[in-house]
């Protein structure tokens, strides 16, 4: 099983940036994935997740109507826009797949920088 994050950058205040991850190794549409975030010296937080179909999104309180997930199962893909970003959603940003009894997976993570 892999998952490779990409996309992560430094952005400005009221910017976005549309992270991507790719994954391999499993049946992709066969799982609901889950978009998490680390920032330094803060425990980590669940962003979002999606159901293996695509069909229902759910996001934390802080990134809602700010932050869109989806999927291409065609691609086996993970996708995150984010726009308006804000000085707090500086973080490492991972996707995570619950595979059950095969095993739980992170990616290595993308860095995500908004500052001025």
């Known amino acids: 099983v892999r998952l490779v994050e990409s996309g992560g950058g430094m952005v400005q205040p009221g910017g976005s940036l549309r992270l991507s991850c790719a994954t391999s190794g499993f049946i992709f549409s066969n799982y609901d994935m889950i978009w998490g975030r680390q920032a330094p010296g803060k425990d980590p937080e669940w962003v979002s997740g999606i159901y293996n179909n695509g069909a229902r999104t759910y996001y934390t309180d802080s990134v809602k109507g700010r932050f869109t997930m989806s999927r291409d199962n065609a691609k086996n893909t993970l996708y995150l826009e984010m726009n308006s970003l804000k000085p707090e959603d500086t973080a490492e940003y991972y996707c995570?797949?619950?595979?059950?009894?095969?095993?739980?997976?992170w990616g290595q993570g993308t860095q995500v920088t908004v500052t001025a």
């Open positions: 995570h797949a619950d595979l059950g009894v095969l095993g739980d997976y």
